[in-house]
């Protein structure tokens, strides 16, 4: 504490000495306007020294970093451009020496002299700009250098041109002189960059000691500047600040109410002035606030009497919008303090318009006429003027009527969107039978402008309005209010249907009220209606064709059934089409579609009124021929179906023929009931099927017998699969250009253990209906690939694909599956299709045979000619193979058009790059016709007829010799 007052009192003596020195400058008796004066003259003298010293210092380390570029830095470049010269010099020197063409000389020797001058140039230059007798001298002594460099060098040329002969004539002394002095050159340039780099530094050191000085001296101006600055203004506050804030201070309070504030005397100079009346104008202004505060008190006082017994709340708010008087009752309203409201300007944008809870209410000029409060009273707001421009605010409590007219505008909002969101129409009328509620569905219903209808319309408008709108075709006005007066007579609820001129059917609920006026309720039915009969009609009929189905059948059959006890009987005709799932499969169903909506239109046509016909699904149709007396009327109708489905029809350009074939049982010899009925004609109809479609047959025991056959056969198949009671044989494939066998095609058979060897022709069609072809042919193409794996690796193995296994998206994974359990290369694998496989959806097929192809697969053509459009897909894919079907083979000696067509083949494999091979090879002239016409191989019982596996080595033996198409080979054959 000692040691801090030793130090003030060190530097107070110091601080007045200065003060005073200044005060002796600007005695107490001037003006505040002399002093500020004399203060910025000071301050101003003091910034302009401290800146005159700075840009002298400035300018004197601009002028040695400019000498420093313009003499140092010049002379460097100078030198090092000598250097450059010099060395283009000893270049151009070389290349003239071994010049031959005068031209090149000419032209050399002038770059030469132009390089002469340059350098002498540059070395005067450099001389120049340096600062010191060293780089000088090295500059003169390049410069002699160089000239004796150039006496050698135009000697050296001398000797060189005398010589004539295009080759350096080398003088080793006069080449050691022109070395010796190129060295002398570098060396002196050298040593002329080395001066003038040292001439830089030395300016560069000189630049950096006169900025530290200036820098020195500047710092120390500045503080100095900095301290006088700094007394300055301490005594420019101490002089002029300082009553200033106490006039400033004294101000504030009296303007803040204080009228007690002690107001200090001041100099002689304006501030004294200012001081003295800031005291006489605070005694006059507290004598007016007593006496004016006096007078309040005593009036406000009645006032607050007065309003703290009104049920209202009352608010007076002065000119200023400063609120002067308001009651207990206004306070609860606004949820505030009396004492709180009183002297307090309420205005939106001043912080004194909420209280620190938030919950004072904000008053202003425009007040709305109705506030709310936080807790949800409502008050009513009015005010009026007063004379002296302030406002007198009245509130008033009306929570409850408001609560009242909140429910009921609630209630009006719920009714009014419930009416204007209902899927019925509605009006209400009074006893007067005039309109007093509608809505928009309404109008909607009944195709009636919303404007024409309005409140109090009477009934008739009403309906007026709609029979304009065109609702009601003939009837008239008169016609509906009959109509209603009826209703209403009975005096009670009940609905009605109304059928509009437009087809829609209004669902009219009529209740009576108890003004004994009426409610009615509108329902647009229609699509209900139309939906019921849509289903109706649905369950009882084929969505295809319209026509009726199984379960309509069997109604009409139980019906006619009754009717036949007491008159003729009638006849049940069951029918298919022939070749209908090939055309489903060939043009795809949406054809197959049309045609069975073709056939259904013909089978219409072929019937009377009173006979039914039935569609039972897929391509299965039915018909009940009514009061048939003979049963030749059964055979004539179904000869009729016959022809009229059996002709051709056209869809998109595409001519189709299928046929049918027609099963008739008679009713009630063949059967009493439906079912039997309908069964009866089934087997019939599976019997004309067998016998050769096209045609009809009629029910007979017999039939019932070959139909449970059939289905024996279907649970042999099964079981077959199950025992592993089928085999496969193989047949031999002759290559005709290698003669020799190429490999063998498998072949499915069935040993049944009863029924022995089943033919394919029998239970492939079979296998296919009842789905089991696929699981067969994988087992098949199991079975085949691993005895290939057995035989030499030079033979193939040929299997067919029947259309429905080829359609299976098991295919390919089950060729795969074959040959990795096999191990069987790919390359010796050749699968069969027929033309009906590349028939049926072509860009899945075409994807099938191309993942085939890239697994390695060989794919043949089998059967070809006998389809419909092979040769389109022989452009879409690339076969391996073409398989001649063998009806042309056996035709071919006698028949010249199969002879043809076989050439066309083998011509159009040969032209595709494709093997052909010929199916049904018996005879050694077959074998000699084919292999004349170009065929790659050959197949058939010439060779050898299917066999096991176990005869297969046997077979290799036989033919490993080869066959010779002559007469010897003929009786080697025999023997």
């Not at 005068?102 to 230059?125: F, G, H, Y």
């Not at 909140?406 to 209902?422: G, I, S």
């Not at 076969?879 to 159009?908: H, M, P, Y």
Request: aromatic share 6%; net charge negative; with cysteine.
């Amino acid at each position: 504490m000692s040691l801090h007052c030793d130090r003030e009192s060190k530097k107070r003596p110091h601080s007045g000495a200065v003060a005073g020195w200044l005060s002796r400058f600007t005695p107490r008796t001037s003006t505040i306007r002399v002093q500020i004066l004399f203060f910025c003259l000071l301050m101003s003298a003091i910034t302009a020294a401290v800146g005159i010293y700075a840009t002298s210092g400035v300018q004197h380390a601009g002028d040695l970093v400019a000498k420093t570029f313009d003499e140092s830095l010049m002379s460097i470049n100078y030198a090092r451009a000598a250097a450059a010269d010099f060395s283009e010099m000893r270049v151009a020197s070389s290349h003239r020496l071994a010049a031959v063409d005068p031209a090149l000389r000419a032209k050399l020797d002038n770059e030469i002299q132009r390089l002469e001058k340059t350098l002498s140039d540059d070395l005067a230059v450099a001389a120049e700009r340096s600062q010191s007798p060293q780089a000088a001298a090295a500059a003169a002594k390049v410069q002699q250098a160089a000239d004796a460099w150039s006496t050698l060098h135009k000697e050296a040329v001398k000797k060189a041109d005398k010589a004539g002969t295009g080759e350096m004539v080398v003088d080793t002394a006069l080449s050691g002189g022109i070395d010796e002095y190129s060295k002398v050159v570098d060396q002196q340039i050298e040593l002329l960059v080395n001066y003038t780099a040292g001439d830089g530094f030395l300016f560069r050191q000189r630049a950096l000691s006169a900025i530290n000085r200036d820098i020195r001296f500047n710092i120390i101006g500045l503080a100095a500047a900095l301290l006088l600055s700094a007394l300055v203004s301490w005594l420019l506050a101490r002089r002029i600040i300082g009553p200033v804030a106490m006039a400033s201070h004294a101000a504030r309070s009296i303007a803040d109410g204080n009228l007690d504030t002690n107001i200090p005397k001041g100099g002689a100079d304006e501030l004294g002035t200012l001081l003295t009346a800031m005291g006489t104008m605070r005694n006059n202004i507290k004598e007016m606030v007593q006496r004016e505060i006096a007078q309040r008190q005593s009036a406000q006082a009645r006032l607050t009497d007065a309003l703290e017994n009104s049920r209202e709340g009352v608010v007076l708010l002065d000119a200023d919008g400063r609120v002067a008087l308001a009651n207990s009752r206004a306070s609860e309203f606004i949820e505030s303090e009396p004492g709180l409201l009183q002297s307090t300007l309420l205005r939106p944008d001043s912080p004194q318009a909420r209280t620190e809870n938030g919950k004072a209410m904000v008053l202003a000029d425009d007040l709305p006429s109705e506030a709310r409060l936080r807790d949800g009273r409502w008050l009513r707001v009015s005010q009026s003027e007063t004379q002296e421009g302030g406002v007198v605010v009245v509130f008033s409590d009306i929570s409850a009527q408001k609560r009242q007219e909140v429910e009921l505008h609630e209630t009006n909002v719920r009714l009014d969107a419930a009416l204007e969101n209902m899927s019925q129409g509605l009006c209400l009328y009074d006893s007067e039978a005039r309109l007093q509620v509608f809505n928009r569905r309404f109008c909607e219903i009944f195709n009636v402008p919303s404007e024409r209808l309005r409140q109090g319309m009477t009934y008739d408008s009403v309906l007026a309005l709609s029979v304009a709108s065109g609702n009601h075709g003939d009837q008239t006005v008169e016609d509906l209010l009959a109509n209603h007066q009826r209703l209403r007579s009975r005096g009670e609820a009940g609905s009605y249907f109304k059928h509009l001129s437009d087809g829609r059917i209004i669902c009219a609920e009529h209740r009576p009220t108890s003004d004994g006026g009426w409610l009615t309720t509108y329902d647009d039915v229609t699509e209900q209606r139309r939906a019921e009969s849509q289903i109706t009609f649905m369950a009882r009929h084929d969505a295809l064709t319209k026509l009726p189905n199984r379960l309509l059948l069997a109604e009409r059959i139980e019906q006619a059934i009754a009717q036949a006890g007491r008159g003729p009987g009638f006849a049940v005709l069951c029918l298919d089409l022939d070749n209908f799932k090939q055309v489903n499969d060939t043009l795809g169903h949406p054809v197959g579609d049309d045609l069975l909506r073709a056939v259904a239109d013909r089978l219409r046509a072929c019937v009377r009124e009173i006979d039914t016909v039935a569609r039972l699904g897929g391509d299965e149709f039915a018909i009940i021929q009514s009061e048939t007396e003979d049963p030749n009327d059964a055979g004539r109708l179904a000869r009729r179906i016959v022809e009229c489905i059996g002709a051709p029809y056209e869809f998109n350009g595409q001519r189709i023929v299928v046929g049918c074939s027609v099963g008739i049982s008679l009713a009630p010899n063949d059967g009493t009931s439906g079912e039997k009925l309908l069964k009866n004609a089934d087997v019939a109809l599976y019997r004309a099927k067998t016998d050769g479609r096209g045609i009809w047959r009629f029910f007979e025991p017999e039939m019932d017998a070959a139909l449970q056959r059939r289905r024996a056969l279907e649970l042999d198949l099964r079981e077959a699969m199950e025992k592993e009671q089928f085999e496969v044989y193989y047949q031999p494939i002759y290559d005709l250009r290698l003669d020799r066998i190429s490999g063998f095609e498998a072949l499915l058979r069935w040993n049944h253990p009863v029924r022995g060897m089943v033919s394919p022709d029998q239970f492939i069609p079979v296998a296919e209906e009842i789905g089991l072809i696929i699981p067969l042919g994988e087992w098949v193409l199991k079975r085949a690939c691993e005895r290939a794996a057995l035989w030499p690796g030079d033979l193939k193995i040929a299997i067919n694909v029947s259309s429905v296994q080829f359609r299976s998206p098991r295919l390919v994974e089950a060729v795969t599956t074959a040959l990795r359990l096999s191990q069987l290369a790919p390359g010796r694998v050749e699968l069969e299709i027929t033309e009906s496989v590349l028939l049926t959806n072509s860009a899945e097929t075409l994807a099938t045979l191309h993942q085939l192809r890239t697994l390695g697969i060989r794919i043949a053509l089998d059967d070809f000619g006998t389809g419909y459009s092979s040769l389109s897909y022989l452009r879409s894919f690339p076969f391996d193979k073409l398989k001649i079907d063998q009806s042309f083979v056996g035709d071919l000696t006698a028949d010249e058009g199969s002879k043809l067509i076989v050439r066309a083949i083998v011509s159009l494999g040969k032209s595709l790059g494709m093997r052909t091979t010929a199916e049904g090879v018996r005879t050694i002239q077959q074998l000699n016709d084919v292999a004349a016409e170009g065929c790659s191989e050959a197949q058939g019982y010439l060779f050898s007829k299917p066999v096991p596996d176990t005869e297969i080595g046997s077979l290799i033996l036989k033919w490993r010799d080869g066959f010779r198409r002559t007469a010897s080979g003929a009786r080697s054959l025999a023997r």
